[in-house]
């Protein structure tokens, strides 16, 4: 049966394992959550709004039924959007997607399956449930059982809306995560401009490396200040955190004088910039989390038309990140919490492999973003046990837009982690009980120990 207590699990023991950590509290250590909205606690106003409005999975997979763009990112209405996403929605089952959103509903107590024969019933009743009170973004944080979120900050963001968030909520429940990516990539257009923005937020003037390393510095401090536990990072290929100073500092004053770097300049700058603002992180005990491999926004009429953050994204399976990483783990070696992601599946076995030899200090993360479905997961969890250690997974993340993702993404995760340790019991590799101390570890204890929450 769609959607039964037996969801993507395929045994007894996974079912017992599931019913022992389905309600423990959320962590989610990356995300892109609207901190401003939810600081609003507004009614979201309709159901597009609320599933699709900054999903660009749900954008995919409406594309690729044929949906037309503007029923999608369009001017259309959210009403007109979201029948037409109803009227294709058994086309999209199979994919993550398909089951996502009907978590989404069963979460407001909606049991219809999305299809072109109820999308107005399910449009009419999800715009009814968000009217109540319980539905306001911070009352869903509390019934999604959310103990701690981390947005994805830049280093010039003031973080007036996460104070706002926690003063609402009675405790500290969002945090911000520290993310340099556009201080970094010297080669864009707009990084002159980027420095002046981060120049005039700490009311300084910028044009030597040094003085640009003070301003991060100030900002670092200022997200500490603030209840920051990890920075967040970007990358297609991985710096080696180990540049040339000198060469950097360079690069930086004839950018600003209005000569571009070129890619051994820009490659140059990001490795010593990495390594200096790790070293940051290494004093105040942060976690770095390191994304890797994402090929950024390959459909060329899709980017000119809405921009990035669109589905324009692919992986690369032929891309070398394990020499830059080993140079990097080796200047941090035991100073620096380090997570590592990457988005081909293919580089799975090299991450694990690397996490395993650089010890407690450097942990595998969730597979992430293209993986992070049920087959992907599965493939994930079964490899680490096979070379890395269950009991040091960094835990999962929804890294996710949009908000009752929080639910659905987890209770995804803690259904395929359980059937995968239920299969081991069941096959006598591990005790029950040990599987059941272990899903509570990957679950909740271990994340919220490494990233000291």
């Known amino acids: 049966m769609f959607l039964n207590d037996r969801y993507l699990i395929s045994n007894e023991t996974g079912k017992r394992i599931f019913d022992s950590v389905k309600n423990l509290p959320i962590i989610d250590p990356h995300n892109h959550a609207d901190v401003a909205s939810i600081a609003r606690n507004q009614n979201f106003t309709n159901a597009w709004e609320l599933f699709a409005a900054t999903d660009h999975y749900v954008w995919e997979m409406l594309r690729k039924t044929g949906v037309d763009e503007e029923l999608i990112t369009g001017s259309a209405s959210p009403h007109d959007k979201f029948i037409a996403m109803a009227n294709v929605f058994d086309d999209i ?118 003085e640009y390393l003070d301003a991060l510095k100030l900002s670092h401090d200022y997200f500490q200040a603030n209840g920051c536990k990890a920075s967040d990072h970007g990358f297609t290929l991985m710096p080696s955190g180990v540049g040339d100073k000198a060469k950097a500092a360079e690069t930086f004053a004839h950018v600003l004088a209005g000569q571009p770097a070129d890619e051994a300049e820009a490659a140059n700058f990001a490795d010593y910039l990495l390594g200096e603002v790790c070293e940051m992180n290494a004093v105040t005990g942060w976690v770095t989390q390191l994304h890797l491999g994402p090929v950024r926004d390959v459909r060329s009429s899709l980017f000119r038309a809405i921009g990035p953050d669109a589905g324009g994204d692919v992986s690369d399976i032929f891309l070398q990140q394990e020499p830059n990483l080993i140079k990097f783990l080796n200047r941090f070696d035991n100073r620096l919490k380090v997570i590592l992601y990457c988005l081909d599946p293919m580089h799975q076995p090299t991450l694990a492999a690397m996490s395993r030899a650089f010890g407690r200090m450097v942990r595998l993360g969730s597979a992430w973003w293209l993986c992070d479905t049920p087959i992907g997961m599965k493939r994930q969890l079964e490899y680490i046990c096979s070379v890395d250690l269950f009991s040091a997974f960094a835990g999962m993340v929804s890294d996710s837009r949009k908000l009752l993702s929080y639910a659905s993404r987890f209770e995804m995760f803690r259904r395929v982690l359980s059937s995968v340790l239920g299969t081991m019991v069941e096959a006598g590799q591990i005790p029950e009980p040990i599987a059941m101390k272990l899903a509570k570890k990957m679950c909740f204890d271990g994340p919220a120990e490494f990233f000291d929450m």
């Open 93 to 210: 089952a199979g994919n993550p997607v398909y089951e996502w959103i009907h978590l989404d509903l069963r979460f407001l107590g909606i049991q219809e399956r999305l299809c072109a024969e109820t999308g107005e019933i399910i449009w009419k009743k999800v715009n009814a449930a968000l009217a109540w009170e319980e539905n306001k973004p911070i009352e869903l944080l509390r019934r999604m059982n959310i103990s701690v979120m981390c947005s994805t900050d830049d280093p010039a963001d003031l973080l007036t809306a996460h104070e706002s968030v926690n003063k609402q909520f009675g405790r500290v429940i969002v945090r911000p995560t520290w993310r340099p990516d556009k201080a970094m990539k010297i080669i864009a257009s707009d990084f002159p401009q980027y420095v002046q923005k981060l120049a005039a937020r700490f009311s300084m003037t910028i044009s030597t490396l040094d």
